[in-house]
């Protein structure tokens, strides 16, 4: 079993930078494909960004192309770095894990954490 921790939300003004962590335990984290997803209040989870397990491909939804920096340091913990924040990322952000494939869905991912709190106003 896997278990994902993340860090590093909070309050930032409109411009402003957060750099999300997750720390990922109980399994072979190298082998696996990663993302981050969010889900605001009233609304669906969407697919943020994703990382293949070796790191060499990453993969982001449109309206975070050029601001979010999707990366994993080898070891165990994967990285969102979310810049140029608008009021509209606002929201709960999950890191999930995927043992088999790379992939933009969340019924695909097989671990999850238990979300961050990133707040952007305005």
């Known amino acids: 079993q896997v278990q994902l921790v993340e860090s590093g939300g909070g309050l930032v003004q409109t411009g402003g930078s957060l750099r999300l962590s997750c720390a990922a335990s109980g399994g072979t984290f190298s082998m696996y494909h990663m993302a981050w997803f969010r889900q605001a209040p009233g609304k669906e989870r969407e697919f943020v960004a994703a990382i293949s397990g070796s790191g060499a491909t990453t993969y982001y939804q449109d309206s975070v192309k050029g601001r979010f920096t999707i990366s994993r340091d080898g070891k165990n913990t994967v990285y969102l770095r979310l810049n140029s924040l608008k009021p509209e990322d606002t929201a709960v952000y999950y890191c999930?894990?995927?043992?088999?494939?790379?992939?933009?869905?969340?019924?695909?991912?097989?671990?999850w954490g238990q979300g961050t709190q990133v707040t952007v106003s305005s």
């Open positions: 999930a894990a995927n043992v088999r494939t790379y992939s933009v869905y969340s019924s695909t991912y097989n671990y």
